[in-house]
């Protein structure tokens, strides 16, 4: 049997502190960091393990700071070796809100959720890196090599990938026109953890920028990993416009702006997550994400189908037939 070296290291880096303590699997996310829960007496901590050559721990503890002092609720550091890529961190739990949300519950999520993301908005964005034109495009041109062409096996043509990249470009112009805020980039059901006191916990941020005010929101009400009426997603949506509004992140806005705003920063998120997932796939080895295409590709078809910046784009997908091979979920209206 292989030994983890790593994780024998890291036990004994804890029991240093911690001389009693003993490790279990927490989890495993889409990079290269693994997570354990600590056990030591009658309370739980969670190691992050990130090797150093391969993930660059610094921008965790640098944006943990910044959270913490806005009020959001993100764990504390208790313990950090960033040579060795170590972190030990308090433990918010095991519950995400993708376990909890429901028809009963959905509301009250949802509005902790939103409070917790005007907060976080609210976070120093100084000298993080920006959202910018180039960054927008880079994300998005992972689904016509990932997905399209590595997962479905599509031959691209010139013609096609004219519409691809027009397509990318008038989305990103559209996006730039936002106001700019702090931005998590993977504010979803699985990284808001359901807690008692100053509900939800956040996880997952350490890749934050500074971009558009929409891009948190439609990843938290056009989840991947969970679907949910239009009706309600802009009943939603525009909620936490006033509340943005009253907090003094944009200038006052109509509905029917804001929410164009809100579905184009979607289309841009969920184009790019189907070359993620294919690319987690075929490059990780992580089969589960494929399981969530169809709803991502739904988002996308849908979406796309009402505003005239993606026509092009959700026509060559029907042309290819891509609805038909990666299969769609019929989305709540």
């Known amino acids: 049997m292989?030994?983890?070296i790593r994780l024998q290291e890291l036990t004994l880096w804890i029991q240093e502190t911690w001389p009693e303590a003993t490790l279990t699997v927490a989890s495993a996310d889409a990079s290269f960091r693994r997570y354990f829960r600590i056990h030591n007496k009658?309370?739980?901590?969670?190691a992050m393990d990130a090797p150093p050559e391969?993930?660059?721990?610094?921008p965790f503890v640098d944006v943990t700071q910044r959270l913490l002092k806005v009020g959001v609720h993100a764990p504390k550091i208790l313990k950090q070796s960033l040579a060795k890529g170590f972190l030990v961190l308090s433990d918010l739990g095991s519950t995400p809100y993708l376990d909890k949300l429901n028809d009963a519950t959905a509301d009250a999520l949802y509005e902790d959720a939103l409070e917790a993301l005007i907060k976080m908005q609210q976070a120093s964005t100084s000298d993080l890196p920006v959202y910018n034109a180039e960054l927008l495009q880079q994300e998005m041109q992972l689904m016509p090599e990932w997905f399209l062409q590595t997962h479905l096996g599509l031959k691209i043509d010139h013609h096609q990938q004219k519409i691809i990249q027009q397509t990318f470009d008038d989305l990103t112009v559209t996006i730039l026109e936002q106001p700019k805020v702090?931005?998590?980039r993977d504010y979803h059901s699985r990284n808001l953890m359901v807690v008692a006191?100053?509900?939800p916990a956040i996880i997952d941020y350490q890749d934050a920028v500074l971009g558009a005010i929409t891009y948190d929101l439609v990843s938290i009400l056009r989840d991947c990993y969970i679907a949910w009426s239009n009706h309600k997603v802009e009943q939603w949506a525009l909620r936490y416009r006033d509340k943005a509004v009253d907090a003094g992140l944009m200038a006052s806005i109509d509905d029917k702006t804001f929410l164009k705003w809100f579905d184009l920063m979607g289309l841009q998120r969920h184009i790019k997550v189907l070359g993620i997932f294919a690319r987690l796939y075929?490059?990780?080895?992580?089969?589960n994400y494929l399981n969530d295409l169809p709803l991502t590709l739904s988002y996308v078809?849908?979406?796309?189908?009402?505003?005239?910046e993606t026509h092009a784009l959700i026509a060559l997908f029907e042309q290819l037939n891509i609805p038909n091979t990666i299969g769609t979920v019929t989305l709540p209206r």
């Open 54 to 58: 391969k993930e660059d721990s610094t």
């Open 197 to 199: 006191e100053n509900n």
């Open 301 to 308: 078809m849908q979406v796309g189908k009402k505003h005239p």
């Open 282 to 287: 075929h490059r990780d080895g992580k089969k």
């Open 2 to 4: 292989t030994q983890d």
């Open 42 to 46: 009658n309370e739980t901590m969670i």
């Open 182 to 184: 702090f931005v998590h």
